[in-house]
C-alpha cells in the first residue's frame, strides 16, 4: 500500500485526478489504516489508488470531512465506482454527487404530458449557472443555451439541464420530455421480467418519449435472478427455502416491489420480454412457459420477446466455453474472444427459442432481441479503430460501469451502454430505425457515435430474421471470403453490409443456421469453417467453406 495516492478530479470518474495525498505507512492487516491532509477544494470525485505493481487489494474506503462521513460502503448519497475499467481491485473511487455540486435542475410544470402551450421554468441551487439543451445532448459548461428565462414548450419537447457553481463539477444532468399527443404513434404497452440487465432498459420508455411515443412499462426485477427463481418469487415457493427467502427479504428492503404489488399494476400489454440465462435448459424452458400462461391471462395476443443479453468481462458461462447444445449444428466450440462469446449466447437463446416453441406452441412463438450481436458489434469496431471518436481498448470506460452492467444514467454517470441496448429495442419493438427520432439523452456520445450506435442497433435488428424486419430479394449476396492469419479468421463479400452466419463443425450455416458473425472467427483445432452471406433486401449466398 506505501506510495498509494488519494485523489480528486472534479471531470470525470476516469480522468482530470490530482493528488490529494500519498499513503506513508500500511495499517496492520484487516486493520483501518488513516490518512488525513489539509484540502480546501470540493472535488466531486474522489478516489484510493493503490501501486499498480503491489498485490494488495482494497477493502474498503472510508472518505471524511472532519468528522461528517463523506463517501463509504454505508453511505448511500455517494456512488462507488472501479478504475480504470471493472478489472482494477487496486483502485476503488467515489462520485459524491449533488453533495459536492450544485442541486440538480428542478423543472416546472413537473406534469410532462401536455395539451396546450406552456412554459417551462429551471431552478436550482442560488447563483449558479443553468445550461439547456433541446436537442438531447448533454449540456456543459461550454455547450448549450444558458438559462435566462422560461422555456415556450408548444410540441414534443425534450429538455437536458445541468447547474454550475464556480470551481465545483457540474450538477447532475436532468433531462425532462414534455408530449404533447400524436394519433400516429401510439406507444405500446409493455411488461418485463429479468434481472438487473433487464434494468438496464429501466430507461427505454424516456428514450421512447423523446420520439413522440408514450411508452408504459412494468418490470418485475431481481438482482441475478434466473427465469425459474423469479417465477418461485410469484408463487410464493421461496418461502420454504430460507437462503432465497432472505434474499427476496433483503430486496423487499431496498424497495423492490413484490409480485402480488407488480402482478397488480400489469395490465393489457402488448408484449412481454424475458431475460434466459439458465443454463439448465428445461428448467429455463418450464418458467418461461409458466409465465406466457400467466400473462395470457390479462393478454391473450401479447408478443413474448427473448431477450439476448451478452456476457460478463471474464466470459466463463457454458455458452462460452461450447458446452450447449444446438439443434442447428452437430458440434460447437469455445468462444475465444468477445465477439464469439456474442454469437455463442444468441446460439443458445436460438436454442430455447427451439425447444419453446415445441413445449408450448400456442399463441404467438417468442422472438429474440439479439442485444448481444450490438454488443459483439461495438467492441469490434472499436479494438479496430472503426467506431468514431474511441480509442481502442476503450470499450469498457466508453459503455459500461462494470464488468456486466452497462453504463446507465443517472447513477451510472451516463447511459452510453444502455442507449445501445435500447435502440436495439426501439428498432425491434417499433419496427423503425431510431435515427432522426430518438434523442441520445444523458449520453457522452459525439454526434457521429450517436449515428454510429443507432445504425448500428437498426442494422442488427433488420438484418436478423427472427426480428420480423427481415425481407427477401432476389439478388444474390456476394460469396463469403476467409482471410485467415493463422490465428484468427475474418469474413468478407462484395456486397457491402453483408452478415454472415458460420459453422465450424462442417455443417452448412444459413441466414438461420450457424453463429452469427461479429467480426472475428478465432482457429482452434478440428474447426471446418463454412459460412454464408445474407442482407435484408437481397437473397442469400452460396455456402463457402475455407480451404485447407
Same mark, same amino acid.
Given at each position: ?61 472510508? /472518505? ?16 462507488? $465506482? $472501479? ?14 454527487? !449533488? ?66 457553481? @464556480? ?6 444532468? +436532468? ?13 405500446? +404497452? ?41 417465477? +418461485? ?23 423492490? @416491489? ?36 400467466? /400473462?395470457?391471462?390479462?393478454?391473450? !395476443? ?12 471474464? %466470459? ?41 416453441? =415445441? ?31 474511441? +480509442?481502442?481498448?476503450? /470499450? ?34 417499433? %419496427? ?14 459525439? @454526434? ?17 430474421? !427472427? ?71 437481397? =437473397? ?9
Amino acid at each position: 500500500m506505501i506510495g498509494g495516492k488519494i485523489e480528486g478530479s472534479n471531470v470525470s470518474r476516469f480522468e482530470g485526478f490530482v493528488t490529494l495525498a500519498e499513503i506513508k505507512q500500511a495499517p496492520p492487516a484487516k486493520d483501518w489504516g488513516e490518512v488525513k491532509f489539509d484540502n480546501t477544494k470540493v472535488y466531486r470525485y474522489l478516489r484510493c489508488t493503490l501501486p499498480p505493481e503491489g498485490k494488495g487489494k482494497i477493502g474498503k474506503v472510508e /472518505f471524511y470531512a472532519g468528522d461528517q462521513l463523506l463517501a463509504g460502503p454505508e453511505k448511500a448519497i455517494s456512488y462507488k $465506482f $472501479f478504475l480504470p475499467d471493472a478489472q482494477d481491485e487496486h483502485s476503488i473511487g467515489y462520485d459524491l454527487a !449533488d453533495a459536492a455540486t450544485a442541486q440538480r435542475p428542478a423543472f416546472q410544470p413537473a406534469a410532462t404530458d401536455l395539451t396546450a402551450p406552456t412554459d417551462v421554468t429551471i431552478t436550482s441551487t442560488r447563483d449558479t449557472t443553468i445550461r439547456y439543451t433541446l436537442d438531447g445532448t448533454w449540456p456543459t459548461a461550454e455547450h448549450g443555451e444558458t438559462y435566462t428565462a422560461p422555456i415556450h414548450v408548444d410540441k414534443t419537447t425534450t429538455i437536458s439541464a445541468v447547474a454550475i457553481l @464556480p470551481d465545483r463539477a457540474p450538477s447532475l444532468l +436532468n433531462t425532462t420530455t414534455y408530449l404533447f399527443p400524436d394519433p400516429a404513434k401510439r406507444g405500446l +404497452n409493455t411488461a418485463h421480467v429479468g434481472n438487473s440487465l433487464t434494468g438496464t432498459t429501466g430507461g427505454f420508455f424516456r428514450f421512447a418519449r423523446t420520439a413522440g411515443y408514450d411508452h408504459k412499462s412494468v418490470a418485475f426485477l431481481r438482482p441475478g435472478a434466473l427465469t425459474t427463481e423469479l417465477w +418461485n418469487v410469484s408463487t410464493g415457493a421461496y418461502a420454504a427455502d430460507k437462503l432465497a427467502n432472505a434474499k427476496e427479504t433483503a430486496s423487499l428492503k431496498r424497495g423492490v @416491489p413484490s409480485w402480488a404489488d407488480y402482478w397488480a399494476k400489469v395490465g393489457k400489454v402488448d408484449l412481454l420480454t424475458m431475460q434466459p440465462r439458465d443454463f439448465d435448459l428445461d428448467r429455463e424452458i418450464a418458467a418461461e412457459v409458466n409465465f406466457i400462461k400467466l /400473462f395470457r391471462q390479462k393478454s391473450p !395476443d401479447f408478443q413474448p420477446w427473448l431477450y439476448c443479453e451478452w456476457v460478463e468481462m471474464a %466470459r466463463q458461462r457454458p455458452s462460452d466455453k461450447g458446452e450447449v447444445p444446438s439443434f442447428e449444428m452437430k458440434k460447437t466450440f469455445p468462444a475465444l474472444t468477445w465477439e464469439e462469446s456474442m454469437g455463442a449466447m444468441l446460439l443458445y437463446v436460438e436454442e430455447l427459442q427451439h425447444r419453446l416453441a =415445441a413445449a408450448y406452441p400456442e399463441g404467438k412463438p417468442a422472438h429474440i432481441i439479439p442485444s448481444a450481436l450490438a454488443m459483439g458489434w461495438i467492441k469490434n469496431q472499436i479494438d479496430h479503430g472503426i467506431f468514431p471518436d474511441a +480509442n481502442p481498448g476503450s /470499450f469498457y470506460p466508453l459503455l459500461f460501469n462494470d464488468q456486466v452492467h452497462p453504463a446507465d444514467a443517472p447513477i451510472h454517470r451516463h447511459a452510453n451502454g444502455a442507449f445501445l441496448v435500447d435502440m436495439t429495442w426501439f428498432s425491434a419493438f417499433y %419496427r423503425q430505425r431510431s435515427e432522426g427520432q430518438v434523442l441520445p439523452i444523458e449520453t457522452t456520445f459525439t @454526434p457521429e457515435q450517436v449515428k454510429a450506435v443507432q445504425f448500428l442497433a437498426w442494422n442488427v435488428i433488420r438484418n436478423y430474421p !427472427d426480428c420480423g424486419l427481415y425481407q427477401e430479394g432476389t439478388q444474390p449476396c456476394g460469396k463469403p471470403e476467409f482471410v485467415n492469419d493463422g490465428k484468427t479468421i475474418t469474413l468478407k463479400s462484395s456486397t457491402p453490409g453483408a452478415w454472415f452466419r458460420y459453422t465450424l463443425d462442417g455443417t452448412t450455416p444459413a441466414r438461420t443456421r450457424g453463429y452469427v458473425y461479429c467480426g472475428v472467427i478465432s482457429v482452434q483445432p478440428g474447426i471446418q469453417p463454412k459460412a454464408i452471406a445474407y442482407k435484408s433486401g437481397m =437473397a442469400d449466398s452460396e455456402a463457402a467453406e475455407m480451404s485447407k
